[in-house]
């Protein structure tokens, strides 16, 4: 499963980076929502 893993990579990305991808996964969200409306 490439999503387990990268979920994996993710957690061990985020306790590094202090949790930077979330901010980056939370953008990409807002512009999907945009795009969608």
Same mark, same amino acid.
């Given at each position: &499963? +490439?999503?387990?893993?990268? &979920?994996? +990579? ?15 996964? +939370?953008?990409?969200?807002?512009? +999907? ?5």
């Amino acid at each position: &499963m +490439v999503t387990a893993w990268r &979920m994996r +990579v993710l957690r061990e990305s985020g306790r590094k980076a202090g949790g930077l991808h979330k901010w980056l996964i +939370v953008g990409l969200f807002r512009k +999907v929502a945009q795009g969608l409306q």
